[in-house]
């Protein structure tokens, strides 16, 4: 059975968005600078940035996928322009149905209403022997975590406090990791923890 990871940044704080977050603002105030690491490191943190897009298919929350809330009234695509990062299948959950959106370079955004055992049974399908990875946000990773069905959590902790916005971890209680290799660069720490069943 595939693998399943989860690849996320937080700040020192726990912190994986900062607050107030909007369309204009979509990782919130302070939540750009999170992600510094992949742009003004990328030969530094290449084997992170490639263990990250090299998963067979994706989860993620409806709040990672875009701004828009309740019935789908409108024709979002995500935030990543028309070829996203992905290039696998990936499982948007929500409480509305809406149907696939194709995206070039081999995204395809798939919508789950019923849940996410679902979503990952279907991920684990599409996925192969690839993993799967759950990619975000906070309360989608919560509740994978919460649930046991992680089998790798890799944190990327950027120095830097957010103060307040999507916290992981809220929520999450008796799961315990073992920590498998951690490395240092100026503007992240990746630690590698494997989560005990």
């Known amino acids: 059975m595939a693998p399943v990871y989860c690849s996320i940044t937080a700040s020192l704080d726990g912190f ?5 977050q909007s369309r204009a603002v ?9 992600h510094r690491w992949m742009f003004e490191e990328p030969q530094r943190n290449a084997a992170e940035v490639e263990f990250i897009t090299s998963a067979g298919a994706y989860i993620m929350g409806r709040n ?7 019935e789908w009234d ?3 695509r995500g935030w990543w322009g028309e070829d996203p990062p992905y290039h ?5 959950l929500t409480h509305h149905p809406h149907d696939p959106v194709p995206m ?39 509740q994978y975590l919460a649930a046991g069905l992680i089998d790798e959590l890799r944190m990327h902790v950027a120095p830097i406090l957010l103060g307040s916005g999507a916290r992981i971890f809220d929520g999450v209680t ?7 290799g951690s490395e240092a660069t100026p ?8 989560v005990v069943k």
Request: proline share 7%; hydrophobic share 40%; net charge negative.
């Open 16 to 20: 994986v968005a900062g607050p107030q």
């Open 26 to 34: 979509p990782l919130g105030e302070g939540g750009e600078d999170l």
């Open 64 to 70: 990672m996928f875009g701004p828009v809330r309740g």
């Open 74 to 76: 409108e024709d979002w």
């Open 88 to 92: 696998a299948p990936v499982y948007v």
């Open 104 to 142: 070039q370079g081999g995204t395809t955004f798939h919508f789950v209403t019923d849940g996410i055992d679902a979503a990952l049974g279907l991920a684990r399908e599409s996925a192969g022997d690839r993993p799967v990875s759950i990619a975000g946000g906070a309360a989608t990773v919560n």
């Open 174 to 180: 008796g799961v315990r990791f073992e920590p498998v």
């Open 187 to 194: 503007l992240v720490t990746h630690t590698t923890y494997r």
